[in-house]
């Protein structure tokens, strides 16, 4: 018999710093047809059961599982939560070069509200990396309104990150990518205690730059 999943709740639709949390994410690596997915990497298993525990608090519904060679895809077929992600302005379709900071959170003036959709959105399109005592956070997407965005969020809440563009040769993927990076210590300090990710990966460099550091 074909488990049928369950529905807890309907969605909240209250912006709050898990609801925002969950848009960050889902700006970043989600997608939305006639259901919802969040693609995760493999190495990242703590974030992937973060998420799915915001699907059940957030989005008040069980997700499922689709595992892939070197990622996996928490899902939901659920109306409600298709609806959940409409009714924030995201469209159904590809939107790695249209997607934006939803109207909502950049009108929000509850530092909550825009730490977490910062940590969602630097969780799934951001990256830490470090050589010796240097550390950097940079943010990479195909959108220049989600970047910008990004960057608006981050200096109200007192980070100051610098942009570039340029195309990218390597692959099947031409688009134009736009960056954000944070690169003095202080401030890389502040954001990964501040703001921080969910990412397994970003943490586990993270505390290797901290051994590095105070070692």
């Not at 959940?84 to 509850?110: E, H, I, L, Y």
């Not at 990150?161 to 692959?171: I, K, L, T, V």
């Amino acid at each position: 018999m074909r488990h049928v999943r369950a529905i807890y709740h309907q969605p909240r639709l209250t912006l709050d710093h898990r609801v925002a949390l969950l848009l960050g994410l889902h700006a970043g690596d989600g997608h939305l047809s006639e259901g919802w997915g969040i693609s995760v990497t493999g190495r990242d298993v703590q974030m992937g059961k973060r998420i799915v525990r915001l699907a059940k608090e957030v989005l008040g519904v069980e997700p499922y599982l689709e595992r892939h060679e070197n990622y996996f895809v928490i899902r939901s077929g659920k109306r409600q939560v298709r609806e959940f992600f409409q009714r924030f302005g995201f469209t159904t379709g590809r939107k790695a070069g249209t997607v934006a900071v939803p109207p909502c959170v950049m009108q929000s003036d509850n530092r909550a509200v825009l730490t977490g959709f910062l940590q969602g959105a630097f969780s799934s399109d951001g990256s830490f990396w470090f050589k010796g005592g240097w550390g950097q956070c940079r943010f990479e997407v195909a959108s220049a309104r989600f970047r910008d965005g990004f960057i608006e969020l981050a200096a109200r809440v007192g980070f100051r990150f610098r942009a570039y563009s340029y195309r990218h040769h390597h692959g099947h993927n031409k688009l134009r990518l736009h960056t954000a990076y944070l690169g003095t210590r202080p401030d890389v300090l502040r954001w990964m205690r501040s703001v921080g990710s969910i990412s397994d990966t970003h943490l586990a460099r993270y505390r290797d730059w901290q051994r590095f550091l105070y070692r």
